[in-house]
């Protein structure tokens, strides 16, 4: 037999189970809302598209211009041999009974070769003794001048070897652009005075080609 209060006693404690639920259930119903609510989207922005700095114009290299040289026709059956060490060319010129001639071809760059009265007054000098009187003149056919020293005989002294009689000399100097180019024809009088129109010829076609 139960004692009086008992029901009243159940009462209470199934009020106090039920209270102690309530926080319980109002936690997990917030905890449903919570889950239940959409996270915002962020808010989408235009993409910028950034453009790399363009690199500055390079500036172009022009190309390089050689300077041009003097060129002159070899005058025919005129032998070209090689260059020396203050020679460009150097021509044998035949004569009869092997009496040949030498014309020779020199610059020097920057006009270190000397003016031209100097040279003429240094290939006068090569005669020794009584000799034909120098003519001098000058020539324009070409496209560039060209200042003529002419002695028809005499002795003439090479820069190397002995005095040689019945020599005679034919020499040019061409005022080109890059300064003066000497052009000198010497031995046996026949063979100079031979070779002389061929000379001119040569001396009359000089030009400058681009290399």
Known sequence: MLPRNSKSTRSVAATAKAVSFVPF???LLGLVAACSRKTPEPESRPEVTRTA??????????PKRLAPKLVWPDPP????????????????VPGPKEQDAEMSVSHFPGGSGGGIEANFDRWIG????????????QRTQGIMPANVLEIAHGTFRPMQGEPKPGQALVG?????PDGPWFFKLTGPEKTVAKAKPAFFE??????????
């Open 202 to 211: 040569m001396l009359d076609a000089v030009g400058m080609q681009a290399e």
């Open 126 to 137: 090569q005669f020794e003794g009584r000799h034909a009187e120098p003519v001098k003149s």
């Open 25 to 27: 259930l109002l936690g």
């Open 172 to 176: 040019a100097i061409v005022e080109a």
């Open 53 to 62: 700095p363009s690199a500055p114009p390079v500036a172009s290299t022009p």
């Open 77 to 92: 059956g005129w032998t070209r041999g090689e260059p020396g060490p203050m020679r460009v060319a150097t021509y044998r």
